[in-house]
């Protein structure tokens, strides 16, 4: 496989703010065509497309051919991932303050 077949990593896929932006927007719709998603950006399409690129390797995103237009669609199975990650911390800090709130009981 070469370097351009590769998956990216999803976490390199939600690091750039337009790039989440991106998702939020896909998220509350079926599917846009790049030129309704890049309105929201102070950038061009080609920057917009560029992200969107990204967003697809890290399997987050779909595209389909309509015409001359891509549209675009979020595909959220990814996400979970990040879910499981975040989950472990979220269990690893509540026992760390529960385990605080019984120290400063027992003081």
């Given amino acids: 496989m070469n370097e351009k077949n590769q998956e990216r990593d999803i976490y390199v896929g939600i690091a750039d703010p337009t790039r989440r932006k991106l ?3 896909l998220a509350d719709v079926e599917e846009l065509p ?4 890049t309105v929201h950006f102070e950038m061009g399409r080609t920057a917009v497309s560029k ?3 990204i967003l697809k390797e890290a399997g ?3 595209s ?5 237009e891509t549209r675009y669609r979020l595909n959220a199975a990814p996400l ?3 879910e499981d990650w975040v989950s472990f911390y979220k269990k690893f800090w509540s026992e760390r303050i529960s385990l605080l ?7």
């Fill in 23 to 25: 998702l939020r927007l």
């Fill in 34 to 37: 790049l030129n309704e998603l």
């Fill in 51 to 53: 992200h969107l690129a």
């Fill in 60 to 62: 987050l995103v779909i």
């Fill in 64 to 68: 389909r051919k309509v015409g001359r």
């Fill in 80 to 82: 979970r991932e990040i």
């Fill in 101 to 107: 709130n019984q120290i400063l009981e027992e003081e």
